[in-house]
Nanobody, 123 residues
Framework: QVQLVESGGGLVQAGGSLRLSCALS????????TGWFRQAPGKEREFVAA????????RYLDSVKGRFTISRDNAKNTLYLQMNSLKPEDTAVYYC????????????????WGQGTQVTVSS
């Protein structure tokens, strides 16, 4: 059974940092790209960041460039999102996803999803 389990969310003040993790299990993810999406109340799910299997290619939402860093440890089957200089507008449920795709920013290209972790940034 494929599972993606996020952790690391929480409540933080504006300007603070959080590190999200996503543990992948249940199959081999060799060749799979992985990414983070988020969904705020009343809004559609949006792409945040993605990374290729090799780690050699990354993509970011413009508004998080320079503040967020995506990385992965294939030996541990774990995906990370380091979030610095957080803003109230970053408040959302964050989801990790995995897919056999190079079209990183499109949600329906991803085959597997986690259950989400809440990130709340207070002003």
């Amino acid at each position: 059974q494929v599972q993606l389990v996020e952790s690391g969310g929480g409540l933080v003040q504006a300007g603070g940092s959080l590190r999200l993790s996503c543990a992948l299990s249940g199959r081999t993810f060799s060749g799979y790209s992985t990414g983070w999406f988020r969904q705020a109340p009343g809004k559609e799910r949006e792409f945040v960041a993605a990374i290729s299997w090799s780690g050699g290619s990354t993509r970011y939402l413009d508004s998080v460039k320079g503040r967020f860093t995506i990385s992965r440890d294939n030996a541990k089957n774990t995906l990370y999102l380091q979030m610095n200089s957080l803003k109230p507008e970053d408040t959302a449920v964050y989801y990790c996803a995995a897919g056999a795709t190079s079209i990183y920013g499109v949600a329906n290209r991803y085959n597997y999803w986690g259950q989400g972790t809440q990130v709340t940034v207070s002003s």
